[in-house]
């Protein structure tokens, strides 16, 4: 009966409409109160690549359909998997809140780094390159955003430091390595001025000499031999 109504929906209202989709993630749901976890994650699945398209990656119905995704997985024994599911849709849960109390109450830093957690955090869970890199510029804008609003601190040039260097790894492991490095800069000077601003320590000087063995790295994959070779002299004079 149920495929028979995914059908008609289809149909009637288009194979991307909520109600079609609603239809597929029920008889997902059903799969998986009979334990035929493979069918019920090919339909759970199909749900939210169409959940997707049609609503974005954040909405309530995301987020359910990530919920049983990682059942289905755990149903085969899919732990790894299964628990990066749950915890994509913890994070996104909680980015969802966070963004409606921002909007409804004011952002506030407390809130503004909630929200900046929970992309990170979203990012972390992600396979796909694309989407952690989303998440990741996500994180970077809501960092800049807690730093234009309030004064210089480590921890609120931490967030940008961070955000930054992530973008600059997804990149570079996308072979899209002139754009990494332009991140993987701006994370260099980030921390830099955290020196300036509030001084030497073992931990600052060990991220510099980090961010700077990175980018002369990539830049050898570019054969811009003479630029690395600027960066590798230069770790010579940072004392750890």
Wanted: proline share 0%.
């Amino acid at each position: 009966m149920i495929k028979q109504a995914i059908c008609l929906r289809k149909k009637n209202d288009g194979e991307y409409s909520r109600s079609t989709l609603a239809s597929i993630h029920s008889l997902g749901v059903i799969l998986l109160g009979s334990k035929k976890y493979i069918e019920a994650e090919k339909q759970i699945v199909n749900a939210l690549t169409g959940r997707r398209k049609l609503l974005g990656d954040k909405h309530p119905l995301i987020v359910q359909s990530l919920k049983n995704l990682s059942t289905a997985l755990s149903g085969q024994e899919k732990n790894e998997e299964a628990n990066k599911k749950s915890k994509q849709a913890f994070h996104l849960s909680a980015l969802i809140k966070n963004e409606r109390d921002a909007y409804q109450n004011g952002a506030d830093e407390k809130c503004l780094f909630a929200i900046w957690y929970s992309q990170i955090n979203l990012a972390r869970y992600t396979d796909e390159l694309d989407e952690k890199l989303t998440q990741y510029y996500s994180s970077l804008k809501t960092a800049e955003n807690i730093l234009s609003h309030y004064r210089e601190s480590t921890e609120r040039m931490d967030y940008v430091a961070f955000s930054q260097f992530s973008i600059g790894n997804i990149l570079s492991k996308q072979q899209r390595i002139n754009e990494a490095l332009g991140f993987y800069q701006g994370a260099l000077n980030t921390r830099k001025r955290i020196i300036i601003l509030f001084g030497e320590s073992i931990e600052r000087l060990h991220e510099i000499w980090r961010l700077q063995t990175i980018i002369a790295l990539n830049l050898t994959q570019l054969n811009k031999v003479d630029d690395a070779t600027l960066y590798f002299k230069s770790l010579s004079l940072i004392h750890i």
